[in-house]
């Protein structure tokens, strides 16, 4: 086994550990791992991630579903119109674009854009998740329920554009919109992640060049790392996962930039 494949498994254990930790990061590791590393084309590493992410989050989903750290309000709010949003982005929106297209004179490839897509909206989730203000109890949320639709419908339009889970955009949107607690976003977010990614990848199954080895064992190997991810999660609080969650995201959307950019 190269080198480079062997890192890749690693970082599948990795993706694993940051979900059961922090609820998010999957996607964000995982695009990146099977692109760079496993040299998978980047829209067919999409759905490669949809797949890996919604399989392992559904493990942590269900446990956050006995310990009963899920708001089904958000869940029901926020992961249907996402839901709906992703499959009809995967199945027609996403194979219209061109591998290759002009716009305002520049030449843009399909790849390229997704992947600087994904750094772009990494960075501004980061930025975000940093700079917020600690939650006020005291602040009504009941007119937020009724923003989730629309917020739901952008989400999963954007994350399924880069396959991704979505979980850096749906925490912060939990924890800073909706006031809840970020062991219970994390738990939320992972239900709703759960059900977006298997969609958006059941929309592309028909791709030819999927190499079922690789995804298994990845699968495999991030379902054991958010079992451990899962444990950890008792050792930290809510403002350190919370801080911790954003500069993690903050310095993979620079390693992104950097890498198409100059390499």
Same mark, same amino acid.
């Not at 980047?42 to 942590?60: D, K, M, Q, R």
């Not at 002009?102 to 700079?131: C, P």
């Not at 600690?134 to 994350?159: A, C, E, F, H, W």
């Given at each position: 086994?190269?080198?480079?494949?062997?890192? /890749?498994?690693?970082? @599948?254990?990795?993706?694993?550990?940051?979900?059961?930790?922090?609820?998010?990061?999957?996607?964000?590791?995982?695009?990146?791992?099977?692109?760079?590393?496993?040299?998978?084309?980047?829209?067919? @590493?999409?759905?490669?991630?949809?797949?890996?992410?919604?399989?392992?989050?559904?493990?942590? /989903?269900?446990?956050?579903?006995?310990?009963?750290?899920?708001?089904?309000?958000?869940? %029901?709010?926020?992961?249907?119109?996402?839901?709906?949003?992703?499959?009809?982005?995967?199945?027609?929106?996403?194979?219209?674009?061109?591998?290759?297209?002009?716009?305002?004179?520049?030449?843009?490839?399909?790849?390229?854009?997704?992947?600087?897509?994904?750094?772009?909206?990494?960075?501004? @989730?980061? !930025?975000?998740?940093?700079?917020?203000?600690p939650r006020d109890p005291?602040?009504?949320?009941?007119?937020?329920?009724?923003?989730?639709?629309?917020?739901?419908?952008?989400?999963?339009?954007?994350? /399924?554009?880069?396959?991704?889970?979505?979980?850096?955009?749906? %925490?912060?949107?939990?924890?800073?919109?909706?006031?809840?607690?970020?062991?219970?976003?994390?738990?939320?977010? !992972?239900?709703?992640?759960?059900?977006?990614?298997?969609?958006?990848?059941?929309?592309?199954?028909?791709?030819?060049? %999927?190499?079922?080895?690789?995804?298994?064992?990845?699968?495999?190997?991030?379902?054991?790392?958010?079992?451990?991810?899962?444990?950890?999660?008792?050792?930290?609080?809510?403002?350190?996962?919370?801080?911790?969650?954003g500069y993690f995201v903050?310095?993979?959307?620079?390693?992104?930039?950097?890498?198409?950019?100059?390499?």
């Amino acid at each position: 086994m190269e080198p480079t494949s062997i890192l /890749a498994y690693f970082c @599948a254990l990795l993706i694993g550990i940051s979900l059961g930790l922090i609820g998010s990061g999957g996607s964000i590791l995982a695009l990146p791992v099977l692109v760079y590393l496993l040299k998978i084309e980047p829209f067919i @590493a999409t759905s490669y991630s949809l797949f890996i992410v919604g399989s392992t989050t559904s493990i942590g /989903a269900l446990k956050n579903i006995y310990y009963k750290t899920v708001n089904y309000k958000a869940v %029901i709010g926020f992961g249907v119109p996402s839901i709906i949003s992703v499959f009809i982005t995967r199945k027609v929106l996403l194979p219209l674009i061109p591998t290759h297209f002009t716009l305002l004179g520049i030449d843009i490839q399909k790849n390229t854009l997704i992947m600087f897509t994904f750094a772009v909206v990494m960075l501004f @989730a980061a !930025l975000k998740m940093i700079r917020s203000q600690p939650r006020d109890p005291s602040k009504s949320t009941s007119n937020t329920y009724s923003k989730l639709l629309l917020q739901g419908v952008l989400i999963g339009i954007l994350t /399924a554009s880069v396959g991704a889970g979505g979980g850096f955009l749906i %925490i912060p949107i939990l924890v800073l919109s909706l006031k809840l607690p970020m062991k219970t976003a994390i738990g939320t977010s !992972l239900c709703i992640i759960t059900i977006q990614s298997l969609v958006g990848f059941l929309a592309n199954l028909q791709i030819d060049d %999927i190499r079922w080895n690789i995804l298994f064992n990845f699968t495999a190997l991030s379902i054991i790392g958010i079992l451990i991810g899962m444990y950890l999660t008792r050792f930290f609080k809510d403002s350190q996962l919370k801080t911790g969650f954003g500069y993690f995201v903050l310095i993979m959307s620079f390693f992104i930039f950097i890498n198409e950019m100059f390499f």
